[in-house]
């Protein structure tokens, strides 16, 4: 077996009593919706996701559809995302996003990259996500744990998520490419966090070639 293989059937057992990642607890409340895991996605940029969940319950307890998202003003929009970081500009985006939606794709979250990244405020990681999780189109969405401990163990030297993204998918197996993301967000929310890991309890330190470096606990 592969190194590689042997890292991801270890996390696997390892993070399966780990708290679920925000997107899994969006599918678990409302169902595997694209809009709903496009929107939560673009409010996690840049935020924490225990403020993130806490606010895309609120946000969804009053609006699940482009429709819906469209009948707020913006200003309302903006007192429901309040506590979120970049408040003012997420609803812009989610205004933007909801619109291009209903009127490039008939109401559909698009099942493809090219038409997902035309969308306003959809990246590289975005489209990724989308569409591994609501479409099983197999894709690596790489944020930052997935860059950071990809660069840790050594599996990759890059200096950019996009770079990781493309020599990851030379050396993941295809069938393993969604729940790559899952599995490493967990490990880095808590063994391999980006300031003092537990290189300690990490099992699977024996194939990492940054063990103790990194101030590690
Ligand atoms: S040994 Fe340390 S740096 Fe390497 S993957 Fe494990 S926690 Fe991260």
């Known amino acids: 077996m592969s190194s590689i293989k042997k890292i991801i059937k270890i996390l696997k057992q390892e993070t399966k009593d780990f708290s679920p990642t925000l997107i899994e607890?969006?599918?678990?409340?409302?169902?595997?919706?694209?809009?709903?895991?496009?929107?939560?996605?673009?409010?996690?940029?840049?935020?924490k996701d225990i403020v993130?969940?806490?606010?895309?319950?609120?946000?969804?307890?009053?609006?699940?559809?482009?429709q819906?998202?469209?009948s707020l003003s913006q200003?309302?929009?903006?007192?429901?995302?309040?506590k979120?970081?970049?408040h003012k500009?997420?609803?812009?985006?989610?205004?933007?996003?909801?619109?291009?939606?209903l009127n490039r794709y008939n109401g559909k979250v698009p099942a493809n990259r090219e038409s997902l990244l035309k969308l306003p405020g959809v990246g590289q990681k975005?489209?990724?996500?989308?569409?591994?999780?609501?479409y099983r189109v197999p894709s690596i969405c790489v944020d930052i744990h997935v860059h950071r401990i990809s660069n840790r163990l050594g599996l990759v030297g890059t200096k950019n998520p996009e770079e990781t993204e493309t020599t990851l998918k030379k050396i993941v197996p295809q069938n393993y490419w969604i729940e790559f993301n899952e599995l490493l967000v967990k490990w880095g929310q808590n063994i391999c966090t980006p300031t003092s890991p537990w290189c300690s309890k990490c099992a699977i330190k024996k194939f990492c070639k940054r063990?103790?470096?990194?101030?590690s606990r």
């Open 25 to 47: 607890q969006i599918i678990k409340k409302y169902g595997k919706n694209p809009f709903l895991i496009l929107i939560c996605c673009l409010l996690s940029l840049r935020s």
């Open 52 to 66: 993130t969940i806490n606010v895309c319950h609120t946000l969804l307890k009053i609006a699940k559809t482009p």
């Open 68 to 70: 819906e998202i469209l």
């Open 75 to 82: 200003d309302e929009l903006e007192k429901i995302i309040f």
């Open 84 to 86: 979120i970081g970049f």
């Open 89 to 101: 500009n997420k609803a812009e985006v989610l205004h933007q996003v909801s619109h291009g939606i």
């Open 126 to 134: 975005t489209a990724n996500l989308v569409l591994g999780v609501a």
């Open 211 to 215: 063990i103790g470096v990194e101030k």
